[in-house]
């Protein structure tokens, strides 16, 4: 029995003492976690903007503004703006800023790049934006670790505008009814564009063309469509413009069809109670007479007073 009783407590003095390293070893990982998550929360972007979308000829303010912890210093700090154009790759990326602690902030200009001013916090402003400026910017703050943040850049631009022209094209057989060939057109355009037109309220099947001649974001763009006039009465045409990567209220063009030589709407009939002039009166159709009546009048009385006086004694 005593031999059993001292099996038991060695026994729970195993166990506990596996309990205990096991704790241990959990406490240590947890400590290692931590002094992990500190280091890699030493410093953070409090406030970063981009913004995404800014109409061609405006400004663009971008924000970098980072935070340090209480127990840091700034002796390794230094902030980058980035900037790789939308229509290149990573490879294209070029930096256009850099602030090194206890030095003056520089703008790094490059070709097809905007005017550059520098603002307090690593804050920078694209002036007069153009097509060519949009893309990829990038912030890069590094004080022994490093943090970057991104955001695209969007400048939009609807150029002329959509512009719809319409011709009407004689069949030559008179078996077959006319083609209404519909085109619509714009140029200038940021950045790639899209159509559609609709007609009498329903979109139809377009031949599109589009393209960006002198390779610096503006684009022109092309849609044309026909349509048998057979049974068709005069409707709306409407075109409309749209951006491909940019949600944006559409641009558009209205105009109304009224096919050649249809008669013109009757006039409206006159009210059923209007009363038409009498045509026997004499006043209304020669104004004149009453006049001449009333001339003939004097002249008899003139005479019957002349007569009077002849007849009378002397």
């Known amino acids: 029995m005593v031999r059993r009783a001292g099996g038991g407590r060695a026994a729970q003095s195993s166990r506990r003492a596996r309990t205990m390293s096991a704790c241990r070893a959990a406490l240590l990982r947890a400590s290692v ?34 935070e340090l912890w209480d127990n840091e210093t ?74 970057r943040k991104h955001g695209n850049l969007i400048v939009f631009s609807k150029g002329t505008g959509p512009e719809i022209n319409y011709t009407l094209i004689k069949s030559e057989s008179e078996d077959e009814a006319d083609t209404l060939l519909i085109e619509c057109e714009a140029e200038d355009v940021a950045p790639k564009p899209d159509m559609i037109i609709s007609f009498q309220g329903e979109t139809i099947n377009i031949t599109k063309s589009i393209e960006d001649k002198n390779e610096k974001g503006f684009y022109k763009i092309y849609v044309n469509a026909s349509v048998s006039t057979a049974d068709v009465d005069e409707g709306e045409i409407r075109c409309e413009l749209t951006y491909t990567t940019l949600e944006h209220e559409p641009y558009v063009d209205v105009e109304k069809y009224v096919p050649a030589g249809r008669a013109a709407p009757p006039s409206a009939a006159p009210p059923a109670d209007a009363t038409a002039p009498d ?15 009333l001339q003939c009048s004097w ?5 019957a007073a002349v007569a009077t006086l002849l007849q009378a004694p002397l």
């Open 33 to 66: 976690l931590l002094l992990c998550l500190a280091g890699s929360r030493q410093f953070s972007i409090k406030e970063f903007v981009v913004p995404k979308a800014v109409e061609i000829g405006n400004d663009a303010e971008l924000r970098c503004q980072y």
């Open 74 to 147: 700034d002796a390794a700090l230094f902030v980058k703006w980035w900037w790789t154009p939308d229509s290149g790759n990573p490879d294209d990326r070029k930096q256009i800023y850099q602030r090194i602690v206890r030095q003056n902030a520089e703008a790094l200009k490059h070709d097809n790049s905007s005017q550059m001013e520098i603002k307090g916090n690593d804050s920078i402003v694209l002036l007069n934006v153009n097509p060519v400026d949009s893309g990829i910017y990038e912030c890069e703050v590094s004080n022994n670790d490093e943090i």
């Open 279 to 293: 045509p026997t009166h004499g006043s209304l159709q020669n104004p004149s007479d009453d006049g001449i009546r």
């Open 299 to 303: 002249a008899l009385l003139t005479l």
